[in-house]
Structure formats: C-alpha cells, structure tokens
C-alpha cells in the first residue's frame, strides 16, 4: 500500500507529486509505502512463506496507531489544493 500526493495550483499546474506509478508500473521511489518484502536464507525476495527467514523491508502501522512523512513542497503551492489519495 502506499500514498500518493498531488499538489495543484489554482490555475491546474501539478506542482508537487508524491506516491505516483512510473512507466513500468511500480511505486515511485520515495513513496510513503506500508508493507513487507520477505526475504530468504540468500537474501533473495520470496513470495514463499515456507522460505522466509526475515524481512528485507518492512513498515507496518499497528492498530490504533499512526504514521507520518515529511514532504518539502515549493512555495508555489501556496494558493494550490492538496489532493490525497
């Protein structure tokens, strides 16, 4: 799961992007993300349950909890509409 952020100006003008696809359709780097990558004994992903042994990456959000990110917008998005999605 991830989060993706759009800024845009009164006039339309995207100025900020956050959490978007890139041409081959994976999750932008830099994305807020949630989830697991599982890992084996080699270090390769796996999709396996029988042979994971640990995590390569993961962020998780417990219940009742929450997270937060930080994102460095442009002073142009002053007069914009925050859009998340």
């Known amino acids: 799961m991830w ?8 006039t339309g003008t995207v100025v900020f992007r956050s959490g978007g696809l890139d041409s081959s359709g994976d999750i932008e780097p ?16 796996t999709y396996k349950p029988w042979e994971v042994t640990h995590f390569l990456w993961k962020r998780l959000i417990p219940a009742k909890a929450s997270a937060r990110d930080r994102f ?14």
């Open 30 to 45: 830099g994305s807020m993300r949630f989830g697991a990558l599982a890992g084996d004994r080699n270090g390769n992903v």
């Open 72 to 85: 460095t917008v442009p002073l142009a998005a002053a007069d914009a509409v925050i859009s998340v999605r």
């Open 3 to 10: 989060v993706r952020i759009e800024i845009i100006s009164a």
